[in-house]
T-cell receptor, first 117, second 112 residues
Framework: DAGVIQSPRHEVTEMGQEVTLRCKPI?????LFWYRQTMMRGLELLIY????????DSGMPEDRFSAKMPNASFSTLKIQPSEPRDSAVYFCASSFGPTGILGYGYTFGSGTRLTVV | GQQLNQSPQSMFIQEGEDVSMNCTSSSIFNTWLWYKQDPGEGPVLLIA?????ELTSNGRLTAQFGITRKDSFLNISASIPSDVGIYFC????????????FGKGTKLSVKP
């Protein structure tokens, strides 16, 4: 099992540009989560999906952020236009059920470090 | 929203020392999980707890689910340099089928 795969690992972009982060969850997992991590705020839940349907996007900071899950094996998080304050590490995680099989929690990807200059 | 209060925020210790960190909440939790995040990587599950009072070990790590179901602690014995990282607690609120809530993390630094 390759785990949760995120791409790219690092992204440096100029303010105002569109940024797209990608995630491939573990096969068979029916929940997918997008998190943002910063020193100030820690891990923030942005949005999560169940069976490809967005369930709660209350953590999405602004309309500049959007997420899609067109099928069970792929999700994107898009920021348009990007701003320097969006600089953070973005994690994707997946699970079977809201807390994972037997409550074993989520499997996280390695993250995308986004820098907006 | 519901919050987990994790403390301490950071720790600087000498190699060989024991470490203790905890999470508390004003709400009851069904499940407590502890994760470790190595630098440059995503969090990885260390220990999962399911019952009040449960005490579980994983090598040098020991975690307990508080009797009141409102807290949990993680102990690391005889720390080594590779214990460096950020430790997160997470839990599922009692009476809910909702997703996990994460604490803000404890950053551990170990001096050789």
């Amino acid at each position: 099992d390759a785990g949760v795969i995120q791409s790219p690992r690092h992204e440096v972009t100029e303010m105002g540009q569109e940024v797209t982060l990608r995630c491939k969850p573990i096969s068979g997992h029916d929940y997918l989560f997008w998190y943002r991590q910063t020193m100030m705020r820690g891990l923030e839940l942005l949005i999560y999906f169940n069976n490809n349907v967005p369930i709660d996007d209350s953590g999405m900071p602004e309309d500049r952020f959007s997420a899609k899950m067109p099928n069970a094996s792929f999700s994107t998080l898009k920021i348009q236009p990007s701003e320097p304050r969006d600089s953070a590490v973005y994690f994707c995680a997946s699970s079977f059920g809201p807390t994972g099989i037997l409550g074993y929690g989520y499997t996280f990807g390695s993250g995308t470090r986004l820098t907006v200059v | 929203g519901q919050q987990l209060n994790q403390s301490p925020q950071s720790m600087f210790i000498q190699e060989g020392e024991d470490v203790s960190m905890n999470c508390t909440s004003s709400s009851i939790f069904n499940t407590w999980l502890w994760y470790k995040q190595d630098p440059g990587e995503g969090p990885v599950l260390l220990i999962a707890l399911y019952k009040a009072g449960e005490l579980t070990s994983n090598g040098r790590l020991t975690a307990q689910f508080g009797i009141t179901r409102k807290d949990s602690f993680l102990n690391i014995s005889a720390s080594i340099p590779s214990d460096v990282g950020i430790y997160f607690c997470a839990g599922q609120l009692g009476g809910s089928q909702g997703n996990l809530i994460f604490g803000k993390g404890t950053k551990l630094s170990v001096k050789p």
